[in-house]
């Protein structure tokens, strides 16, 4: 399930004290949902008692981004019947592999984003994907054409 | 690369990954296809007469006594093995005068006949890669069914003259009785629509071809039809829904596909999941003109003779099931009728049938244990090209009971 | 002992959708005598909404009858399945319910059960000492 900043923000001390080196707090909120900021560069959360109920309620929010990928992504692969739309889908397997992942035949490239194994979707170089990075675009091709939810990002 | 037997894609870019004998890792197939690859080794069918486990010879032989006592055997089954095995089998039948029978008289043999006939046109995948651009799933959940059939062969892949991707290039239409995983995929450039029945939307697209506004779906067919005119290339997926809605009476979507046909090109092609169904009929019928339930005694086909009315009406004394699993997958009430007749069962994995037959006979996994060709389910033959060799497989064990007759 | 309201339950009349469930395909290759094959297959897909509305749970395990037929099957929530109706994977437990004159869309009834999840080793059973 994506997690939202808005969300992160009402379990943050919201007193915009700028520790974190942010302006907000919902700045903030928004560079930790991307991991440019980690959720302990909030220093008044853990060091001051009264967020630590906040605190655990927050990191228990936070905890399904240590299974995400750099680009937030999250693959359920009980829930994936390897049908290979996300694969063929992806504009940067398209682009760039446009005999294989781009014709519908398993890709041909020499380290794809996606590739199926044992049936199953498994992530193999996210650093190619187009939310990755600084200047990142937040494609969701994959996400929108697999009708199982096996595919997930945690911003939404 | 290796080709996946699993169903009636039969996708050919498989790659795989052996240790110590066995497949160890696979790639590119979908969940169904791969699991086919990596349970090489699970339930195995073992020899057996009456239940107990047998020397392969002695079963062998009981298989052949069977055979060769029968006064009327029916042989069923052959959707999953390969032509060679299917000509065998057709040989077998013809010479003891037997009926010959496979999943496709309560599947999709109607549409495969259909086309072999030319009542209806039809295309290849790879044409409808390069063209097709509307694209209608009826009645099927290819998702679950045929997994890699939008990715691979229509909606989503660029090909021939279809370059921009799904959105811009293709257009989807899935019509089901539910919201199937399949018609979640149906959104921008798309429509789905829930079909109580498929007679009644059939009507709705002949009425509007004909100029009256359609009784079902006032908006969504016209824009269908006006965006298949538009593409000029345009194809019908029908599955099992689409033939359980129309209840044996094809004449009204032979009539819309003809009128359809004068507005744009518009093909047929059967989505079913049997890898070799259309193998099985094609081969039939050029031997007899008819695609299934055919008997070699009465040189004709009927429905008499479909497998479940043979056993129902006591016309069989034996049955040799060959890669079919009828307790699974046919109404119990007839397959039961298998327990009461000697029943030969040639398989490579343990089924619900074996247990009550008289005789098994284990076989190859086709596709990983042994070659051969196979048919899609648009016509194009495909040659397998197996992981592994076995000695004992379908067409081996045909040969064999073959010997006595 | 806590109440079981379920036993309260009158009994639900459905449309019941047969198709293919990838999920249960992968479990038929691994063996139909495996409790992964009963797992995937012995399961009555209802949409959430109906079924709660029904005052069935994920996990309950219902009888769902047919005519003089009737298995019992864990009930799973699922949004493909039909709005009003279920859908189920098609099986020996679907053959057993069904003619073809209702292969892909039978009618049926379910109710509570507290039984277990029927085998297809008992449907087997019950077939063939049939008359």
């Known amino acids: 399930m994506p997690i939202t900043p808005m969300e992160v923000y009402k379990l943050l001390p919201k007193t915009n004290c700028k520790k974190c080196g942010e302006q907000t707090c919902m700045a903030f909120a928004f560079k930790v949902i991307n991991r440019e900021k980690q959720i302990e560069e909030c220093t008044p959360l853990f060091q001051e008692e009264k967020y630590t ?29 390897g049908c290979a739309n996300c694969i063929v889908v992806c504009p940067v397997h398209a682009s760039e592999d446009p005999y294989g992942s781009g014709s519908g035949f398993g890709p041909k490239m020499e380290d794809p984003i996606y590739r199926l194994e044992d049936g199953v979707l498994r992530i193999i170089n996210v650093k190619k994907c187009r939310r990755y990075g600084k200047n990142r675009i937040l494609c969701v091709a994959c996400r929108e054409n697999c009708p199982s939810d096996a595919i997930s990002f945690l911003e939404g | 690369m290796h080709v996946c037997a699993g169903c009636s894609c039969l996708c050919d870019d498989i790659e795989v990954e052996i240790r110590d004998g066995s497949v160890s890792k696979v790639y590119n197939a979908c969940r169904r296809g791969a699991g086919i690859f990596l349970n090489t080794g699970s339930s195995r069918a073992e020899p057996k007469i009456d239940g107990d486990n047998a020397d392969f010879e002695k079963a062998v032989k009981g298989a052949q006594e069977i055979i060769q006592s029968s006064d009327s055997l029916v042989i069923y089954g052959l959707d999953t093995v390969t032509l060679e095995a299917q000509e065998l089998a057709i040989k077998l039948a013809e010479k003891k005068e037997a009926y010959i029978d496979d999943n496709s ?301 | 002992m806590p109440l079981e309201f379920s036993r309260f339950l009158k009994k639900v009349s459905v449309e019941v959708v047969v198709g293919r469930w990838s999920f249960q395909v992968e479990a038929m290759d691994r063996g139909k005598f495996s409790d992964e094959f009963t797992e995937k297959s012995a399961v009555l897909y209802l949409n959430e909404e109906f079924g709660k509305s029904n005052g069935f749970r994920e996990g309950d395990i219902v009888r769902l009858t047919s005519g003089n037929k009737s298995v019992n099957l864990k009930v799973l929530f699922s949004d493909i399945a039909p709005e009003n109706g279920a859908f189920m994977p098609n099986s020996i437990y679907t053959s057993y319910l069904t003619d073809f004159s209702s292969f892909k869309r039978f009618r049926a009834t379910i109710e509570p059960s507290n039984d277990r999840i029927t085998k297809p080793e008992e449907i087997m059973q019950k077939v063939l000492s049939m008359d």
Request: charged residues 30%; hydrophobic residues 35%; glycine residues 8%.
């Open chain 2, 105 to 405: 008289t309560f599947c999709l043999g109607d549409f495969v006949e259909m086309i072999l006939r030319k009542d209806i046109p039809s295309t290849t995948l790879e044409e409808v890669k390069n063209n097709a651009y509307v694209i209608f799933y009826w009645g099927t959940d290819p998702y679950h069914s045929l997994s890699r059939h939008l990715s691979r062969y229509t909606y989503y892949p660029r090909g021939g003259k279809r370059q921009r991707g799904y959105e811009e290039d293709r257009f989807l239409v899935v019509l089901d009785v539910r919201k199937t995983h399949t018609a979640k995929l149906a959104k921008k450039n798309a429509r789905f629509l829930k079909v109580d029945s498929d007679e009644e939307v059939m009507r709705g697209f002949i009425d509007a071809l004909e100029g009256r506004s359609p009784k079902v779906f006032q908006k969504d067919i016209p824009r269908i039809l006006k965006e298949m005119e538009k593409g000029g290339f345009n194809v019908i997926f029908g599955g099992l829904g689409l033939k359980y809605g129309l209840k044996g009476d094809y004449s009204i979507l032979k009539e819309m596909i003809r009128k359809m046909n004068e507005r744009s090109e518009v093909y047929f092609i059967p989505a079913g999941c049997h890898p070799n169904m259309r193998g099985f009929n094609e081969l039939l019928f050029e031997k007899t003109g008819y695609v299934n339930k055919y008997s070699f005694k009465d040189q004709t086909s009927s429905d008499e003779f479909a497998f479940h009315r043979l056993l129902e009406d006591g016309k069989v004394d034996a049955a040799l099931i060959i890669g079919s699993d009828p307790l699974n997958s046919l109404p119990l009430q007839y397959a039961r009728k298998l327990a009461d007749i000697n029943t030969v069962v040639v398989d490579p994995r343990e089924t619900f049938t074996g247990k009550i037959a008289k005789v098994v006979l284990p076989s190859s996994i086709a596709g990983i244990e042994g070659g051969g060709t196979m048919i899609g389910a648009d016509g194009t033959r495909i040659r397998l090209k197996p992981v592994f060799e076995r000695e004992i497989n379908d067409e081996y064990v045909l040969k064999r009971l073959l010997e006595v007759i």
């Open chain 1, 53 to 81: 109920r906040q605190k655990e309620k927050l990191l228990e929010l936070l905890e399904p981004l240590k299974e995400a990928t750099e680009t937030g992504l999250i693959v359920d692969e009980e829930k994936c019947t």
